[in-house]
């Protein structure tokens, strides 16, 4: 069975830019995760997705991130614009069923902003 | 609310055992755990749920006490692999507002 795949892997860019990360889980995974991991720290849950609607976005800084899950598959996460504080690793994860479940979780992709 | 995890960081010499604990000062439905290695994406462990139901891999030994809101991972007669950073995450309602503590890094020596 196929991980759940993350593109890029690694990604620079300078502040005020534009990024998109895209993200496909596992198959047949209803619920989608984005999260944030600064370095030293825990993840932190940006957006949550079951099938294609929303179930969680309220710690996502709405004035500069977007994501959407298209078809309730695949996913994309958009900063627009960047920040300095935005250098991070970006994970996805997907889980079989609703709630919170035994989450798999992507390779992550690595962004840096100068 | 963040969970809180103690200790912050634990050296381990090989087949020595180790407890991780986690605790919240709100009412849990559900602990969850997961290993991160270095530059590794985090790995899924164990989840416990409020009524003593537990999933997760059979080496893996945690507990999850109601009323002190408070689980433990046992880490026993460890082994290098064991090496990594060890995440719990907290579920407050059933599918709501689930969050990752802080970390706790363990270091296993030969």
């Known amino acids: 069975e196929a991980g759940v795949a993350q593109s890029p892997r690694y990604k620079i860019i300078e502040k005020r830019q534009s990024v998109a990360f895209w993200c496909n889980p596992i198959?047949?995974?209803?619920?989608l995760y984005w999260y944030q991991q600064i370095l030293g720290q825990g993840p932190k849950l940006l957006i949550q997705?079951?099938?294609?609607?929303?179930?969680?976005d309220s710690q996502l800084p709405k004035d500069r991130f977007s994501a959407e899950r298209l078809k309730g598959v695949d996913s994309t996460l958009k900063i627009q614009p960047a920040k300095l504080e935005d250098s991070a690793v970006y994970l996805c994860a997907s889980s079989p069923r609703e709630g919170w479940d035994e989450q798999y979780f992507g390779p992550g992709t690595r962004l840096t902003v100068t | 609310q963040q969970p809180v995890q103690s200790p912050q960081a634990v050296i381990l010499r090989e087949g020595e055992d180790a407890v991780i604990n986690c605790s919240s000062s709100k009412a849990l439905y559900s602990v969850h755990w997961y290993r991160q290695k270095h530059g590794e994406a985090p790995v899924f462990l164990m989840i416990l749920l409020k009524g003593g139901e537990q999933k997760g891999h059979e080496k893996i030994s945690a507990s999850f006490n109601e009323k002190k809101q408070q689980s433990s991972l046992y880490l026993t007669a460890s082994q290098l692999s064991y090496s990594g950073t060890y995440f719990c995450?907290?579920?407050?309602?059933?599918?709501?507002?689930?969050?990752f503590g802080p970390g706790t890094r363990l270091s296993v020596l030969p």
């Open positions: 997705f079951q099938n294609n609607g929303v179930v969680d």
């Open positions: 198959s047949g995974h209803a619920t």
């Open positions: 995450g907290t579920e407050r309602d059933y599918g709501q507002n689930f969050v």
